[in-house]
């Protein structure tokens, strides 16, 4: 499914985002940046030990923010590494976290010229952040960046598994019948 968002496009997609050729993936990482399970492993694993050793000399990133590495063997160029919240129960902060966690990533990708990324599903797995509520902020977050004044082209969601990318389907639908900005296009 794909959305037409002023001059960009946001594009759904289920699929492996280690595999994708964009100019960044995003890779929803931990604060410590170290590596971890889901997401974070695949990328660790497919991209190889460049990735870690610039995570290394990073160090930290806040929950809300992130960073950006080289991509390793990738297929993509360069890896945002972009800190979801745990999630408690939606009343510590969360949406603001999450939302800051893909706005920063839209904003890293922008700096460094980036035309093209693609985003997983962030805080929907061990963090167990609602997926439904975390693709209507992902949505909202990222349809907002792309109306403003950007040189980012694509944004594309690859999401695990078919009911993962049958929720962030509806989000999308939901927030395209509000906003008339956003025009889907298949």
């Given at each position: ?32 940046l170290?590596?971890?399970?889901g997401?974070?492993g695949?990328?660790?694993r497919a ?8 995570c ?12 950006i ?11 945002i ?19 800051g ?6 904003q ?7 035309r ?13 952040y609602?997926?439904?509520r975390?693709a ?5 977050t990222v ?15 690859v999401?695990?598994g078919?009911?993962?990318y ?5 989000a ?8 008339e ?6």
């Open positions: 499914m794909k959305a037409k968002i002023g001059r960009s496009v946001l594009e759904l997609v289920e699929g492996d985002i280690t595999e994708q050729r964009v100019d960044a993936i995003v890779n929803a990482a931990n604060e410590g170290r590596g971890g399970g997401v974070d695949a990328i660790h991209g190889g030990p460049e990735i870690m050793a610039e290394r000399r990073i160090g930290r990133c806040p929950t809300g923010s992130a960073v590495t080289t991509g390793g063997q990738l297929p993509a160029r360069h890896v590494h972009a800190v979801g919240p745990v999630w408690r129960d939606g009343a510590h902060g969360e949406p603001n976290l999450l939302a966690a893909y706005r920063s990533s839209l890293l990708a922008e700096e460094h010229n980036l093209t990324i693609a985003f997983p599903s962030i805080s929907t797995g061990v963090y167990g609602p997926i439904d975390a209507r902020v992902a949505l909202r349809a907002d960046y792309l109306k403003g004044d950007t040189r980012v082209e694509l944004v594309r969601f999401l695990f078919r009911s993962a049958d929720v962030y389907v509806q999308l639908q939901e927030l395209a019948d509000r906003d900005a956003i025009q889907l296009v298949s």
